[in-house]
């Protein structure tokens, strides 16, 4: 179930938030402390689903500022008024905590939280059992702060056991490391997830949207037995990854769940994850370091050392680069490659995936660099080219510009990696960058009469290798596509 939070600062935006969030929410939380001169009768009038009615102190993230006796007060308010939850903290003292949970709660069932807003407790499962020890058939909420993605395997491992000791429980890890949680808890037997009804309406640290749960995560279509699949890097909150890959997975009908894996170390994250997890994209900084993790590496991602995609095997997990595969493909399309002259601008890892795979079908290459010339220079090495600094290849000429430096990329869309004095016509230009859809660069090498690819065409035959390694299915490009040109049109 989605809990959409109704945090209207006023009676009249809650009133109008209870209407927006309707079609999202299975229910709504009230949050008492944030609404300035709530009326609990008429917004439990006015809600067309369950209500969770929240009192919070600024102690435990909220806002309500008056004594315990008050703030408690409002909650015997709920239950006599026949609301379908009530939330109390299980820190709230004994004086004030026993009679609600001994008292006669009519058709109210209760949430007994407890809240950490700077870590999670290594031994977290503490407060569980004393918790459960607590009288009644009380709802258990544990809600933490989760400093390394690993801390939400404590939660996990929580929900599990809860849900076979036949206990309702609500598991969370707050902040950015601990979205995977809002996403999975549902998917391991939680009672229920949080989601905003929009951006800025959030209840707490890291909360997504309602509508980012039901429309790309899809919650209502996974279940205990739905495969992991996800992201990893630092960061990754701006990666389509999500947005393409389950668009893929329900197009398919794959019973897969893709999601943002946010970690500050990719051997202690793979260490902890592998069992739970069936594929992976690698992006920045962690594509060499999973080279090193994977059993086996295919040829091409050997040759550079790093890989952008991994997936689970009978033997083991199985590393591959798909940037290059994705390049070629792009490229193949608008011209061949044998004999070519390729200047490609950069010397990351997208331009030694593509370089390996262009030299590999007879092109000649030359890397061109701004500031890193070390770089550069160890990858024309490699590729049996040159490499030149881009002041000095502008006085030069080639069959195709590959841009893969980050220069033009939102949100400085003005920037361009080359003059458009360079740029002339027959030139096939190809821009990694993918948004914006249309680079500065890709706009001019238009205007000078130049072949232009799009860095959306490298990024979804990249995503489209990864998901056929991952499934064993033709990937929907075209669903992919949409996705992609829908996310990013926003």
């Known amino acids: 179930m989605i809990c959409v939070p109704i945090t209207g600062l006023s009676m009249e935006q809650a009133l109008a938030d209870l209407e927006s969030a309707l079609p999202l929410a299975d229910l709504f939380e009230l949050r008492m402390d944030l609404i300035e ?27 309500f500022s008056g004594d315990e006796a008050s703030r408690v007060a409002v909650l015997h308010q709920a239950i006599a008024a026949g609301a379908d939850y009530v939330d109390i903290e299980v820190s709230t003292p004994r004086e004030f905590l026993q009679p609600i949970l001994e008292g006669d709660r009519g058709k109210s069932k209760l949430i007994l939280s407890y809240h950490d807003f700077s870590k999670t407790p290594d ?39 809860a849900k076979k000791e036949g206990r309702k429980m609500i598991g969370l890890c707050m902040g950015e490391k601990g979205e995977i949680s809002r996403i999975l808890s549902p998917l391991l037997g939680g009672y229920l997830t949080f989601g905003s009804l929009e951006r800025g309406k959030e ?23 739905t495969k992991w699949y996800g992201v990893l890097g630092n960061p990754v909150s701006k990666s389509m990854g ?9 197009e398919m009908d794959w019973p897969g769940i893709y999601l943002p894996f946010y970690a500050d170390n990719a051997e202690k994250f793979f260490k902890a994850f592998e069992s739970e997890i069936e594929g992976l994209s690698i992006t920045m900084p962690f594509k060499e370091d999973m080279a090193r993790l994977a059993g086996t590496v295919e040829d091409a991602a050997k040759k550079i050392g790093a890989v952008n995609t991994m997936a689970k095997a009978k033997d083991g997990w199985f590393g591959a680069n798909t940037d290059g595969i994705g390049a070629v493909k792009a490229l193949a399309e608008k011209t061949s490659l044998p004999g070519k002259k390729i200047l490609i601008i950069g010397a990351g890892g997208t331009a030694k995936a593509i370089g390996h795979e262009v030299v590999a079908l007879g092109a000649q290459v030359t890397v061109s660099y701004n500031t890193n010339r070390e770089r550069a220079d160890l990858l024309a090495k490699e590729l049996g080219g040159r490499s030149i ?3 000095k290849a502008v006085k030069e000429s080639c069959d195709i510009l590959i841009n893969c430096s980050p220069v033009g990329m939102n949100p400085n869309v003005d920037a361009t990696p080359i003059p458009q004095s360079f740029l002339k016509a027959g030139m096939v230009v190809f821009d990694s960058v993918y948004n914006p859809l249309e680079t500065r660069l890709l706009k001019e090498a238009r205007e000078a009469g130049c072949t232009v690819i799009p860095g959306i065409e490298l990024f979804l035959n990249q995503a489209g290798a990864q998901f056929e390694l991952w499934t064993g299915l033709s990937a929907p490009l075209f669903a992919m596509r949409e996705a992609l040109l829908e996310q990013l049109g926003k």
């Open 203 to 225: 209840s707490a640290p890291g909360q997504i949207t309602a509508r980012r749960l039901q429309e790309v995560y899809r919650l209502d279509r996974h279940s205990s037995e």
């Open 123 to 161: 031994r977290v499962e503490a407060f569980y059992e004393i918790m459960c020890e607590l009288p009644g058939d009380n709802i258990i909420k544990i809600v933490t702060y989760a400093q390394d993605i690993n801390d939400n395997l404590q939660i996990f491992k929580l929900l599990r056991r």
């Open 389 to 391: 600094p881009v002041s």
């Open 37 to 63: 001169g709530a009326d609990l009768a008429k917004l439990l009038a006015s809600a067309d689903a369950p209500c969770i009615v929240t009192n919070r102190t600024k102690l435990e993230g909220g806002q």
């Open 242 to 250: 999500p947005w393409i890959h389950n668009r893929a997975f329900a």
